[in-house]
């Protein structure tokens, strides 16, 4: 089973998103986590109503610091903001596989109802996509370098609905 990290800033909403899609798309293969540099203490209230759309899960789900992963093993970190990925990742991180995955901050979306919806939707498309792409590789039987190099590029895939 591959451990992933997913990281922002503040771990309320993308990260968030990710970390409960991760563990339900990579059941069996992925058991995902979701961590913060600067974590807000607190989960976006989009987020956890579009996971809650989607039949996601939400327990158990929390706004923390990476420091806690110190002591756990982790094998991915990807970060979803960009701000995130050029911070100086803990110590322990060091030969963590590392890559990028930026998606715009649907907690920032400005508008009608709608338009606020839609932007969360979009993010959640995003992520689900990417993780696709990536439970569609060999991942069992990739070295780190050649993992790291096809998760950004995974990272650079556009909205295949825009």
């Known amino acids: 089973m591959l451990n992933v990290l ?17 563990n ?32 996601l899960s939400t327990e158990g789900l929390s706004s923390k610091s990476w420091e806690i992963f110190e002591d756990q093993p982790i094998d991915v970190a990807i970060t ?20 990028h995955w930026g998606l715009a901050d649907p907690g920032h979306a400005q508008g009608t109802d709608e338009e606020v919806e839609a932007a969360f939707e979009a993010t959640y498309r995003a992520v689900e996509h990417r993780i696709n792409k990536m439970l569609a590789l060999p991942l069992e039987e990739m070295n780190r370098e050649a993992l790291v190099v096809e998760l950004n590029e995974i990272g650079k895939i556009d909205h295949p609905w825009n």
Do not use: W
């Open 6 to 22: 997913v990281i922002c800033t503040g771990n309320s909403c993308r990260s968030i998103i990710s970390e409960a899609l991760f």
């Open 24 to 55: 339900e798309l990579g059941k069996g293969r992925i058991r995902a986590y979701s961590a913060g540099s600067r974590p807000l203490g607190r989960l976006n209230a989009g987020a956890v109503a579009l996971l809650q759309r989607h039949g």
């Open 80 to 99: 979803v903001c960009d701000s995130a990925a050029g911070e100086t990742c803990p110590a322990y991180m060091r030969q963590v596989a590392r890559a």
